[in-house]
């Protein structure tokens, strides 16, 4: 591990403690990996300098592997067990071969109806035009296939792309960028408010088959200009799928964005996620990501805060039950001094479900005056439900206000039994307990109708109709 | 209206109540003093149905019914209204939105129809004026960051919200100023009718200068020791409680 002054010298960020695996034990999926890497020449269509930079990312996922329980990062979430265990390797390299059968009838619950956006549509990872549309003006926003901005956008894309997401310590990152073809690229010029939302839809359709995905984002937000992002997971059919998704974002100065992340996949869903973004001066990041279900997600979001004035806001809420695991690891990365991170993570954990959070704060030694909290707030609704909390902040400026709280309980008899005595049933006030609970994050997503269709999922969920 | 016999309960194998007894008719109001811990606030729980204290012997009637039977979101149905001596805070709930739910639950266990939107919002407005509350406090998370004085108020404009046949005031004018507290009590009076009752939980006999009871129970160690009128309210608060209880 280099000094501190070296990683400030690099773009993207590096924890500081170095996490992976050791070469010489055994991995997981390691047939998997072995089986990703002889196909790799063939899965390519990148050529020049965009396949330099795949061809490295290769080359690091193959020192890296998948994690194993025993690289700290994720040991509590045995995702590359999980792996190994429902795919062969014949399937992964066969896996979203099948044709896409997917109609907007069968889509209609998921699709917004009502609102005017800019709605991508990916099934098994491929674009699938017939169930898009998009509105907004070329010069306000591009919005491109991942597969043809690589092209059609090539100085910006190759500038910005990998440039983020480190594949140095992250063998998910590190196979994505050498495997991914597929996902959006999106680039709001300089000084551009997009006033319609811009709404991806990455659906696995189990239908056919187990499904393999990677996915791969790269929104470069433009100086001054602001924009509404939104991603959702869905699954169809009864087979396991696999997504990893990474979602590069750099906000230049002045820009603010949201960016919303809602997985509400099947039982059998696997997911591993980065989100990385980088942000320049006096920009504003507003990010809230939205579990329902899933077997087994993992979801990365690392903030880097590379100049003065930066505001990052992180929200997060699952809400689990059954055997669900779901696993947020959050990293706001201070390096210049004068900015803000604000993050609220809160599980609702049901059934047998498990949650952890890992919620990193760095304040590198030039962040002074730096403000950075951090809350994680639970609540276990049975004695099987289990979270794994754990703030991790490290401080090297020495004039910074930082601040962290884990909470986890049950919910409040008082509060229960005074909604009672006004005459709200048990099953009413816990429903309305809980609500507001899950409220202090929901409320946060401002694209109403998807705000709409979570609350929706939400009463669903908490069998209770909330107006 | 509601009828106690030889109530007795206790919370962790503790005996709290041993043995109350009180009668009260519609239009009455009672006043229960007593110092702290003798088990005034617990009668109060008990009555609104806090399911913590069990019930070791005696019967509570409530218009003919088994009260004890019923669970606290039925008591509120059938018109028992409990203002709590310390109101909760609940974030994320505001005192419209669960208030809502409530009158509507109460009015569907009548037999009445819902109240629209409009309706709901236009009684809210009559009642705020009531206890003088201010429309803000309204939207906001239940009594979060709310003064003492704002609990307080917010309790009363619950009570005038669900019109409940016997309301229970557990120790109101605690952390009460005077202002404070002829608002809350004109607002309890304003909704007095031959029909309803209303319990007293008092500590000091201030309260009862402007909520002016029938009757006044002193309550010591688990049992109503002394009844009688206003007067006796006056009584304790000149000879303090040491009196009853050298008794």
């Known amino acids: 591990m280099g000094s501190i002054t ?21 991995k997981p999926a390691e047939k998997l990996k072995e089986a990703l890497i002889s196909n790799f020449d063939q899965s390519q269509q990148a050529q020049g300098n965009l396949l330099t930079v795949k061809q490295n990312a290769l080359k690091q996922f193959e020192l890296l592997g998948f994690p194993s329980l025993k690289n700290e990062e994720y040991k509590y979430t045995p995702i590359a067990r999980a792996l190994e265990k429902s795919f062969t390797e014949e399937e992964i390299l066969t896996s979203n071969t099948t044709p896409i059968t997917l109609t907007a009838a069968q889509l209609k619950d998921i699709l917004p109806q009502k609102i005017e956006a800019n709605v991508l549509v990916f099934v098994n990872g491929r674009y699938t035009e017939s169930l898009s549309k998009l509105i907004s003006p070329k010069e306000e926003i591009v919005i491109e296939e991942f597969s043809k901005a690589c092209e059609t956008h090539a100085p910006l894309f190759e500038k910005h792309f990998a440039q983020y997401a480190s594949i ?9 960028t050498a495997f991914a073809q597929q996902g959006v690229f999106i680039h709001v010029p300089k000084g ?83 989100t990385q973004i980088y942000q320049k001066r006096n920009s504003i990041s507003n990010c809230t990501t939205v579990t329902l279900s899933g077997d ?71 962040a002074q005056k730096t403000n950075a909290f951090q809350s994680n707030m639970n609540i276990l609704l049975t004695d099987e439900a289990s979270i794994k909390t754990k703030p991790q902040l490290e401080i090297w400026a020495d004039d910074v206000k930082c601040s962290h709280g884990a909470t986890t309980g049950q919910i409040d008899n008082e509060q229960l039994f005074y909604l009672r005595t006004r005459g709200l049933s048990e099953e009413d006030a816990r429903a309305l307990l809980l609500y507001a609970f899950a409220l202090e994050v929901l409320e946060n997503i401002k694209i109403k109708e998807l705000r709409e269709q979570l609350d929706k999922i939400v009463a669903a969920r908490l069998h209770k109709n909330f107006e | 209206m509601l009828i106690i016999k030889d109530l007795k309960a206790s919370i962790e194998g503790k005996e709290i109540l041993k043995g109350i007894n009180l009668t009260v008719k519609p239009g009455e109001i009672h006043a229960i003093m007593g110092p702290n811990g ?166 000091y006999q201030r309260l009862l200068n402007y909520i002016v009871p029938d009757f006044v129970h002193v309550l010591y160690n688990g049992k109503i020791v002394k009844s009688g009128t206003k007067e006796l309210a006056l009584e304790l608060e000149e000879k303090g409680y040491d009196w009853i209880k050298a008794a």
């Open chain 1, 168 to 176: 140095e310590t992250d063998g998910f990152t590190a196979m994505n």
């Open chain 2, 38 to 203: 003798s088990g005034k606030s617990t009668l109060a729980s008990v009555l609104a149905g806090r399911e913590e204290y069990e019930i070791t012997s005696g019967s509570v009637e409530y218009l003919g019914n088994d009260l004890l039977a019923l669970s606290p979101e039925d008591r509120a149905r059938e018109g028992i209204f409990l203002a709590f001596q310390y109101p909760v805070e609940i974030p994320g709930v505001s005192t419209t939105n669960f208030l809502k739910t409530a009158i509507n639950e109460i009015r569907k266990h009548k037999g009445q129809d819902a109240l629209d939107a409009v309706s709901f919002l236009s009684l809210m407005k009559e009642k705020m004026k009531l206890v003088e509350i201010d429309q803000s406090l309204m939207s906001r998370s239940l009594n979060e960051n709310f003064s003492g004085g704002e609990k307080k108020r917010n309790e009363i404009f619950q009570m005038a919200m669900l019109e409940p046949k016997l309301s229970i005031l557990d120790e109101t004018d605690s952390g009460l100023d005077i202002d404070a507290l002829k608002v809350v009590s004109n607002g309890v009076n304003k909704l007095k009718t031959k029909e309803n009752a209303t319990i007293v939980v008092t500590h």
């Open chain 1, 296 to 366: 087994i997600i993992r979801n990365n979001l690392n903030i880097s805060l590379d100049d003065e004035y930066c505001e990052a806001n992180m929200f997060g809420l699952s809400l689990l039950e059954g055997n669900h695991h779901v696993d947020n690891h959050t990293i706001a990365d201070h390096r210049k001094p004068r900015s803000l991170s604000n993050e609220l993570y809160k599980n609702v954990l049901d059934g047998s479900s498990k949650g952890v959070f890992n919620g990193k704060i760095y304040v590198r030694p030039d």
């Open chain 1, 6 to 26: 070296d990683l400030l010298h690099k773009k993207y960020l590096i924890p500081m403690k170095q996490v992976i695996d050791k070469p010489s034990r055994k």
């Open chain 1, 192 to 274: 551009k408010a997009v006033e319609k939302p811009v709404m991806l839809y990455f659906i696995s359709d189990t239908t056919h088959g187990k499904t393999f995905t990677n996915l791969r984002n790269l929104f470069v937000i433009g100086e001054n200009s602001q924009v509404k992002i939104s991603e959702s997971f869905y699954t169809f059919g009864k087979e396991i799928s696999y997504t990893n998704a990474v979602t590069e974002i750099m906000a230049d100065q002045q820009a603010i964005f949201s960016y919303y992340k809602i997985e509400s996949e099947s039982d059998l869903a696997l997911h591993t996620g980065t």
